[in-house]
């Protein structure tokens, strides 16, 4: 299997940063685990909750804005 | 990790299967020989079938579909069910059962030899490490599978070849983070920035108009722009209460206080202490009191004048009334006559009461007579007269007594002398009432002159004309009225000066209140709310530029990946590719990965490439796709645990010699994968029959739709003895 390593360098010149880096890596990793355990609808499964939970969070923080200011 | 093979399927119930079949399978090779329509495509369906229940019917695989329409229950069965058991070279086993329990359901179980068991496929698959897509692609060979490989579109090509190239995770988590399309992940969450941006920056618009009208207004009423700040706004208010203070030294009325504002939040008060001032200034200004006075005075007098003319009229419009009255008799001449003709018309009602008595005795004996002499001769008694019956004699003699003529002309007189009566009785009640309006309309006007004698405070003679006096003291209070008026007129000029200076304060204040608006809704970008709203929107672009770039590298991964394990079975694909078609102008296949495709390509002898579809025949095109699915369902590169390939028709369109050195190619396989072969083709069951390989060997046969086909050994096939396989035993 690919490892985090390899993925890293196909995106050398690609990320921005060390961090970036990093979030990629453990992005790939806790797929992969993911992967091994639950299939690729996991890994869909997984991200949808993760992107959900941001939105949830967005959602809020934009209604209080709004309540803040009257917008 | 060991590989698994099939060692055994028992099928009931299941498409062309509608009886209990048990197919024992050979480590190496396993050949289902039989014509067309004889169950061996459903044998290896089976198979597929049992591992993903209707998740291999839904398959898309490329454009095609073929089982999206599968009827899965043979319709000769009440029951449908496959059991596979798979065997690990390290004599592991594990027992799969999959039952139809609705068209569009079933019931899965399966059994490890370590005692594992479950219910969820999912498990077994992870087990397996193997997919759907896996096991179309690169275990099935698949007729349509062999089309993907080289004619299909290029990405459905490159799924097919990357699948058999043990790419399926790398495939699958990119495809994973593809279904949530994280690039459209921020653009919702821009799209609630932007509306909230558009009603702020509407606000900010509104506000800025709000603020170049009003500062239009200062500057056209004589404002300069420096003064349309906070400074000059205060240096106003000050203004006006310095000259709010001089009108009340003017008016000798006590100092006035203000809170003179600092800012413009204070404004509004200042504004409000301001009308309150000037308001105070108006009542008790001793020029406006006086004139006040004056007003109300005249009004009450114009109103005590008005009642007094209009009670001096009512009153002698009663007494007009009465004297034109026409009965002039007095009230108690009135009653004098009435009850000299009451007298009279009692008199009469006595003479007719006696009148009626003596005609009704009179009548009460006529009817006495009249019941005695009927039919008689009568002469009446009076005159002689022969009358021919009684009641011709009765009315004779009633005609001779005149009795109803003589109270008829009694009844007259007394209706007349009654109605006369009524006549002075109503005349009499007319005068009373008129007299009775006369006294209540001098009571009233005598009320009146009361009260004009109490409000100029002197008290009237009835010979004083009130309203003359009334019209006198109005002229006098007009006459004062007017020489006040140049006061008046003084002192609402300043107050009118003060009111109008104090309405720039209201453009003031509505200038302020815009600026500060605009000043909050500047400051949104830097307020805690906003600042996490973005931050969000950082983490989620972040996340949706890592999803991508993990996307991106995953693709980068599988090509180069690809292109690693190609080169290690290049060699294989190329040879096995000369091997089956024994091609003189071709020496061998070529394939190389090229961005979201693979090229595939012939070499010729010197080496040089050519690209093969072109060049390709239909048979070599089926050859091409076998050498490259064989030589990378064989590879070590494999990344599932089915060490097994099933091919089902492989030999369509190839000679006799291709179907040989197929099988020559079959046969080193063998060595690393189980090989399960189901052809209709004698030709090439004759060259697996040649194989030196240990091998099982079926024919299938004389299938019928209630009983389905018969299985039998193949004799000289394997080295122990022929046998019957278990056939007709009743699924259910």
């Known amino acids: 299997m690919v490892t985090a390593d390899e993925i890293s360098q196909f995106l050398k010149s690609r990320v921005s940063s060390p961090e970036q880096d990093a979030r990629i890596r453990a992005l790939y990793e806790s797929a992969h685990n993911v992967y091994k355990q639950r299939g690729a609808k996991g890994v869909t499964d997984e991200i949808q909750s993760h992107w959900t939970k941001l939105e949830a969070r967005f959602s809020k923080a934009i209604a209080q804005l709004r309540k803040d200011t009257g917008l | 990790m060991a590989q698994f093979w099939i060692e055994r399927v028992e099928v009931a119930g299941f498409r062309g299967l509608p009886k209990l079949l048990q197919i024992d399978f050979d480590r190496a090779v396993t050949l289902l020989h039989g014509d067309n329509r004889q169950g061996k495509s459903s044998i290896t369906n089976a198979v597929e079938w049992c591992l993903f229940g209707p998740e291999i019917a839904a398959i898309r695989y490329g454009e095609i579909r073929e089982r999206a329409d599968w009827e899965v229950r043979s319709l000769h069965s009440t029951k449908c069910y496959v059991e596979c058991t798979f065997r690990s070279a390290d004599g592991e086993t594990i027992k799969a059962r999959r039952t139809l329990k609705t068209p569009r359901t079933t019931d899965f179980s399966f059994e490890t030899q370590d005692g594992t068991k479950s219910a969820d496929d999912k498990l077994l698959h992870n087990l397996l490490q193997i997919s759907s897509a896996d096991f179309v692609s690169s275990v099935h060979l698949h007729p349509e599978v062999i089309r993907n490989l080289l004619v299909a579109l290029p990405k459905n090509r490159k799924e097919a070849i990357d699948r058999l190239l043990g790419l399926s995770e790398l495939r699958d988590l990119e495809a994973a983070f593809k279904v949530q399309k994280p690039s459209a992940w921020t653009s919702k969450l821009d799209s609630d920035i932007e509306s909230l941006y558009l009603v702020r920056d509407s606000r900010l618009a509104e506000k800025r108009k709000t603020v170049e009208s009003e500062s239009d207004v200062l500057l056209t009423n004589g404002f300069q722009q420096p003064d349309l700040t906070e400074d000059g706004a205060e240096r106003y208010a000050a203004d006006i209460a310095a000259r709010a203070r001089k009108l009340a030294s003017t008016f000798q009325l006590p100092e006035l206080k203000f809170t003179e504002p600092h800012d413009f939040a204070s404004l509004q008060k200042f504004r409000n202490e ?74 009469l009602a006595a003479e007719m009461n ?147 200076a104090s309405q720039f304060l209201d453009v003031f204040a ?111 095109i089926n050859c091409a796709a076998l050498s490259i699915f064989l030589s990378l369902a064989g590879s070590a590169q494999i990344s599932h ?85 278990a056939v007709g035993t009743d699924a259910g």
């Not at chain 2, 909050?520 to 949706?544: C, P, Y």
């Open chain 2, 274 to 347: 301001l009308d309150g001032a000037i308001r105070n200034l108006q009542a008790q200004n001793p020029v406006l009191k006086n004139q006040a006075d004056h007003l109300n005075r005249k009004a009450n007098i114009e109103g005590l004048r008005s009642a007094y003319v209009a009670r001096k009229n009512a009153f002698t419009a009663a007494e007009q009334e009465l004297k034109s009255h026409p009965e002039v008799r007095s009230t108690d001449q009135l009653d004098a006559e009435r009850i000299e003709l009451q007298a009279q018309s009692s008199k």
């Open chain 2, 510 to 620: 509505r200038l302020a209140k815009a600026q500060e608006e605009i000043r909050k809704i500047e400051a949104i970008s830097s307020s805690e709310s906003f600042k996490e709203v973005m931050g969000i929107r950082a983490d989620a672009e972040q996340l949706a530029e890592d999803v991508e770039l993990l996307i991106e590298g995953l693709n980068s991964a599988t090509n180069a990946e690809a292109k690693k394990r190609l080169d290690g079975v290049r060699a294989s694909i190329s040879d096995s590719f000369s091997k089956i078609t024994a091609r003189p102008d071709f020496a061998g296949l070529q394939i190389t990965p090229v961005g979201d495709d693979y090229k595939i390509e012939l070499t010729d002898n010197a080496g040089a490439g050519r690209s093969a579809l072109p060049i390709l025949n239909h048979a070599d």
């Open chain 2, 641 to 725: 645990r089915l060490g097994l390939v099933m091919l089902d028709d492989p030999s369509q369109s190839l000679d006799a010699t291709s179907k040989r050195n197929l099988c020559a190619v079959l046969a080193d396989l063998c060595d690393s994968r189980q090989v399960i072969v189901a052809t209709a083709d004698s030709e090439l069951r004759n060259e697996v029959l040649r194989m030196t390989k240990k091998k099982k060997i079926y024919r299938l046969s004389g299938w019928s739709p209630a009983e389905g086909p018969t299985l039998s050994d193949e004799p000289n096939a394997n080295e122990g003895p022929t046998t019957e396989a």
């Open chain 2, 354 to 500: 006696e009148v009626a008595k003596n005609a009704t005795i009179l009548s009460n004996a006529l009817e006495f007579f009249q019941k005695r002499l009927d039919a008689e001769l009568i002469l009446c008694p009076l005159c002689g007269q022969a009358t021919k019956s009684a009641s011709e004699w009765r009315a004779h003699i009633e005609k001779e007594i005149k009795a109803n003529e003589i109270l008829e002309a009694l009844q007259t007189r007394k209706r007349d002398l009654d109605s006369r009566a009524a006549i002075l009785d109503a005349a009499k009640e007319q005068r009373l009432a008129l007299a009775k309006k006369i006294t209540d309309e001098k009571l009233r006007l005598e009320a009146n002159i009361d009260g004009i004698g109490r409000l100029l405070e002197r008290t009237l003679s009835p010979n004083d004309d009130p309203d003359g006096i009334l019209s006198s003291e109005i002229r006098n209070i007009e006459d004062d009225l007017r020489l006040l008026q140049n006061q008046v007129s003084d002192v609402n000029a300043g107050l009118d000066q003060l009111r109008e």
